[in-house]
């Protein structure tokens, strides 16, 4: 009935160019091994599940009819990113480390009853020579941002965004992301908004890249 945290993180917080060419090889081969399983989709959004993996483990292809260059930069962008993504709360670089890499915290509202999660990054982000841009992250420490009772630690092991362009003013989103959400949360709820909040997210983002604001944003 509930979802319980029983994963801890891996040891190594590196991100390595074998981590990104092998979820970029995923990405263009086009296909998903018959592990993954389609949940549902529209005429812009698929969302797949792995049904082999007690994690969260979705893949998400998205259409844009925007540049890659915005929709990557409004993605990855923190201070774009909470004008317009409506839960979060907060989300701050605390260090960067290099051109490529820095670390990031994030604190998300949780629907109620849930308590709040929040999320500590290494994140890499780079343009390849193809033209893809892509966006790395994984869970990790730092002495700056240590576990607190306000928010319960989520982990995460993989959440990458690949971003193709189409055309000129179009683009594809290929999302992986692998986490472990912390704390017990009723299984119905955690299934009713994995498989909902991709679909409110390509909103929120499609109305950034048209230049409109949310209406409401998260709080504490």
């Not at 990405?27 to 797949?48: A, C, I, M, P, R």
């Not at 709360?89 to 670390?103: F, G, L, S």
């Not at 971003?163 to 912390?182: Q, V, Y």
């Amino acid at each position: 009935l509930f979802w319980k945290k029983k994963y801890k993180m891996e040891s190594n917080t590196e991100i390595t160019d074998n981590e990104i060419k092998k979820i970029v090889n995923t990405y263009d081969s086009g296909e998903l091994d018959e592990e993954w399983h389609l949940v549902t989709e529209n005429k812009n959004v698929q969302l797949f599940r792995h049904g082999k993996d007690e994690l969260l483990n979705y893949i998400t292809i998205m259409k844009f009819p925007f540049p890659a260059e915005k929709v990557f930069n409004l993605s990855c962008d923190l201070e774009k990113r909470k004008q317009w993504d409506t839960v979060y709360i907060e989300a701050t670089v605390i260090e960067k480390i290099d051109d490529e890499r820095d670390i990031i915290y994030t604190h998300v509202k949780a629907p109620y009853p849930v308590k709040n999660r929040d999320s500590l990054y290494l994140r890499r982000r780079k343009q390849l020579d193809d033209g893809k841009l892509i966006s790395f992250m994984k869970s990790c420490k730092h002495k700056d941002r240590p576990i607190t009772k306000k928010a319960v630690r989520a982990t995460t092991y993989h959440h990458v965004y690949i971003i193709k362009p189409l055309t000129a003013n179009s683009c594809e989103l290929f999302m992986a992301s692998r986490h472990d959400i912390g704390g017990a949360v009723p299984r119905w709820l955690v299934k009713q908004v994995s498989t909902s909040k991709p679909f409110s997210w390509y909103k929120e983002l499609s109305r950034a890249c048209a230049g409109k604001m949310p209406l409401q944003k998260a709080k504490l």
